[in-house]
């Protein structure tokens, strides 16, 4: 039986044939494109049926998000959101909370509407739009009541007195830390960690972690995708968390497939690994795959620190404030792993947050290409926070692709501008301009939670690059509407390398679809992350939102 | 309450010899029961024939020491380890080769069961210069040596003698304050690298270990101290001091009470001592302080920072300076 779907515009990103009015879907495949002429003869040839649920609709390929954490998100989504930021959520919309008063009303909203003794995690604290926290403020909230407030970066936490009492924190050893101001509450840089780790039992529960996980997949439906790719940084290591993700994420009710792509630092822990990074890449994805987590030849390496924490490596002149970021591994080490991985044939997808991260990334591949040369290894730099032109030109000469979380301009490009690089580097962060511009494969990223897991809001970020005060940052590096599209379907599909079955509506891939209210190119830019979203095709089986 | 466990941080960039100090502590020989804590696996050399339990990340040898793996989760492995029914005299943690040892103490140190003894920063007298200017890791390593408490300049043998002096000007001139360790093959004594517990006497070691120029001084002091007067004195030690330890009678008001007194790598700790043979003698023990430096510490300097008191050089070598090398 075939499945007829005609629809208002079909926009391919098949360049051989932009536009289409009708597809043709048979066991989850397409079949045909055209318009409802063209496809005639497989109809007259098979029985079939027309839906024309999407007759009055936009259909693009499936969205692709290369780069996006369900196990993180799993730990956040439970929490309470208060944040800068508006949020769409699977079970709620966050509203932007902005101020301190106003923070501090909706600590005294959850405060009066949770249940009783109930811990009440928040996160999304900032202290640029919150002002100062300190627990006397959230012990004037509640002395009984366990509170805490998890700042946006993952990197300070604030608890009240209850809360302290709750996970039996010893107050008058924390005295003596250097990262922990009782008085304050606060638990900051390393000292976040002891915090963190009298809540993991908490965080980590059996229940609340599917719970999570649940949310997680709501929430990636809810984006229009139909699939993410999963470079983990520690996750799905223990069998414990691979039985939660294939338990919530593995079976057929899930409208997407996750590509599992592993971290090769593990390969450091044990010397036969390290010397068959083959074997152990083919090890993994036997121990753990599945058809909906399933795992190519990928694998996934890192160079320096976290962006939003602002330990990633620059280049001089450097941070304003002179500190210094963190490499994630020593550098040689870092050569040592993508040459067993680039010799070994895989696919090696870089994190790189910084233009020394970069750097470092792109002189190991031209070190790797002279010594044995690759075509098409597609050599991924993830993230790409601070980089220059000249690094985008080479990395096109290397035959590097780039997969970016631009993002960071909407939510850090002030912030750096005014406290982090100044004007000239922040403002031309998540340079995508300049990759597109130099030909190099670009995707867009979420890497959620560290931005909402929407491709229509990266994308929009992309096309206006509007900084949180709504001033254009770096309009050198802006791409058009349809640039940003390829950055999350075709485009975002080849930086997987799994360009032959998804990415583009074509005959013989998959039938994923996102189904949108409006088309991108028809209306003003400005609201390309306001198109509503019907739901997706997930091969061949519509997933209403509604 | 269980007393807290001692824990040392190994830093030091790529190649430095940390595993290779990590290696020899293994072996044993020290006496002591160590957890000893790794990134991974990777080159550490685990003897077979010492094994004698192996259940996951934790390999249980002989000697009563272990060794964990924490790969990404050095916090749970402290906290199976503080709560250990037997737990060990002390904790050595091999940092990454990359890691701000600083930033790492801030984190380990005031873990719930331990406390922070030193860091030891290892650095490779071949090639800690060169490193130095690479545009990669010149500040990372620069920083690491400055936030050491004891800097170990290691593989001293591989380079002439005079470079060795030259390199003791250089970190001084990047930051380090504190006391430097020419040494080779990552032998550092272990009453250097972490605090022999109360009660526990390390066993004796008749390897004489030329390589490793320590000096260790005695005081006496001829009658209590008051408070102040002991802290003064701890603050006032020369920067080649890296371990003061032993117990003092102070004498506040007229109130008199026995001390322990800690100093290890620039950290100093003064407390009751709850009995007298906790603090390490019998109660009819005279109190003593022992301080050991690097090089050859000469007495004298002493009396100018330890006002009555005997001072003398403690003779021979000390049955508690152990080579960890084995």
Redesign the interface.
């Known amino acids: 039986m075939l499945t007829v779907y005609p629809a208002r515009r079909i926009h391919t990103m098949n360049p051989s044939l932009p536009e289409a009015t009708a597809v043709v879907v048979r066991d989850g495949t397409i079949v045909e494109v055209g318009t409802m002429d063209t496809i005639r003869p497989w109809l007259d040839a098979h029985p079939h049926e027309i839906d024309t649920a999407f007759a009055d609709k936009i259909l693009f390929p499936g969205f692709i998000d290369p780069h996006l954490h369900p196990s993180l998100a799993a730990t956040l989504l439970p929490m309470h959101f208060i944040t800068a930021m508006p949020w769409r959520l699977p079970d709620r919309d966050v509203p932007a909370t902005r101020g301190h008063e106003a923070f501090l009303d909706e600590l005294r909203r959850l405060d009066a509407t949770e249940p009783a003794g109930e811990p009440v995690f928040t996160w999304g604290y900032h202290e640029l739009w919150h002002g100062r926290m300190h627990r006397s403020m959230l012990d004037a909230i509640s002395t009984d009541r366990p509170i805490i407030v998890w700042q946006r970066s993952f990197h300070e936490i604030f608890m009240n007195v209850a809360a302290m009492r709750h996970f039996e924190l010893d107050m008058t050893r924390l005295e003596a830390h250097p990262q922990v101001d009782v008085a304050a509450g606060r638990f900051y840089e390393n000292g976040m960690y002891v915090g963190a780790v009298a809540m993991s039992g908490h965080l980590n529960d059996h229940d609340r972690f599917r719970h999570g996980l649940a949310l997680a997949k709501a929430a990636v439906h809810q984006g229009g995708h139909t699939t993410i790719g999963d470079l983990t940084g520690s996750q799905f290591d223990t069998d414990v968390e691979w039985a939660a993700l294939d338990e919530v994420l593995g079976g057929d009710d899930t409208p997407f497939r996750v590509q599992m792509i592993p971290a090769g630092a593990r390969t450091l822990r044990n010397e036969d690994d390290r010397n068959d990074p083959a074997g152990w890449l083919r090890r993994t994805a036997e121990r753990r795959g599945s058809d909906k987590l399933y795992f190519r030849n990928n694998v996934k390496l890192f160079t320096d620190g976290g962006f939003y924490a602002q330990l990633m490596r620059v280049r001089p002149p450097g941070f304003i404030d002179g500190h210094q970021g963190e490499w994630m591994i020593a550098p040689e080490q870092f050569e040592e792993l993508a040459r067993g991985f680039w010799n070994a044939g895989a696919q090696i997808h870089v994190h790189c947050t910084g233009d020394m991260g970069v750097e470092l990334a792109i002189d190991v591949l031209a070190k790797l290409q002279w010594e044995r040369p690759r075509f098409d290894h597609r050599f991924t730099i993830e993230h790409l926070g601070l980089s220059n032109p000249e690094q985008i030109r080479r990395l096109r000469e290397l035959g590097g692709q780039a997969s970016v979380n631009v993002y960071y301009v909407h939510e850090l490009g002030d912030a750096y501008w005014t406290h982090s690089v100044g004007h000239e580097r922040a403002s031309q962060m998540a340079r995508v301009g300049t990759c597109v511009r130099e030909g190099v494969t670009t995707a867009l990223h979420s890497d959620f939670t560290m931005a909402p897991a929407r491709p229509l809001t990266s994308a929009w970020v992309a096309v206006n690059r509007l900084g949180e005060h709504g001033e254009v940052l770096g309009p050198h590096e802006r791409i058009s509407v349809h640039e940003a599209m390829r950055t999350i379907t075709c485009d975002a599909a080849r930086v997987l390398g799994m360009e032959d079955r998804i990415g583009s509506i074509r005959a013989g891939k998959s039938a994923d679809f996102t189904v949108l209210e409006a088309d991108p190119y028809e209306i003003d830019p400005l609201e390309l992350a306001d198109i509503p979203i019907w739901g997706t095709v997930f091969e061949g089986t519509p997933h209403p939102l509604a | 309450m269980t007393p807290p466990i001692p824990l040392t941080l190994i830093g030091g960039?790529?190649g430095a010899g940390k595993t290779t100090l990590v290696n020899s502590l293994l072996a044993g020989g020290h006496g002591l029961r160590l957890a000893v804590l790794v990134n991974?696996?990777?080159e550490v050399d685990i003897d077979g024939r010492l094994v004698v339990a192996h259940d996951g990340e934790t390999y249980t040898l002989a000697n009563g020491c272990i060794c964990c793996?924490f790969?990404?989760d050095l916090?749970?492995t402290l906290?199976g380890i503080a709560r250990a029914d037997d737990p060990p005299d002390a904790v050595i943690v091999e940092a990454?080769?990359?890691a701000?040892a600083r930033?790492?103490a801030?984190?380990t140190?005031?873990?719930?069961g331990f406390e922070h003894h030193a860091t030891l920063v290892l650095a490779d007298a071949e090639t800690v210069r060169a490193r130095s200017e690479d545009?990669?890791?010149a500040?990372?390593v620069r920083?690491q040596l400055a936030g050491a408490d004891l800097v170990v300049l290691n593989k001293v043998d591989l380079v002439a003698e005079s470079d060795v002096d030259e390199l003791l000007a250089w970190c001084r001139s990047i930051g380090v304050d504190g006391p430097i360790l020419p040494t080779t093959n990552g032998r550092v004594p272990i009453e250097v690298l972490t605090s022999v517990p109360a009660g526990r006497s390390p066993v004796d070691r008749v390897h004489d270990d030329h390589h490793v120029p320590f000096s260790s001084v005695v005081v006496r002091p001829t009658g209590p101290w008051r408070r102040t007067q002991l802290e003064a004195a701890l603050a006032s030690l020369p920067p080649e001091v890296v371990r003061v330890k032993g117990f003092v009678d102070l004498d506040d008001d007229g109130v008199g009470r026995r001390v322990v007194v800690q100093l290890a790598s620039r950290r100093t700790r003064i407390t009751d001592a709850p009995d007298r043979s906790a603090a390490g003698g019998d109660a009819d023990d005279e109190p003593v302080l022992v301080v050991i430096a690097v090089g050859d510490l000469d007495p004298a300097a002493l009396a100018a920072a330890l006002p009555d008191s005997t001072i003398a050089r403690r003779p021979g070598r000390p049955d508690s300076f152990l080579s960890a090398e084995v």
């Not at chain 2, 140190?109 to 719930?112: A, K, L, P, R, Y």
């Open positions: 960039y790529l991974d696996f990777g793996s790969g990404d916090g749970e906290r990454s080769g990359v701000d930033r790492l801030a984190s140190g005031e873990w719930f545009p990669y890791v500040d990372l920083s």
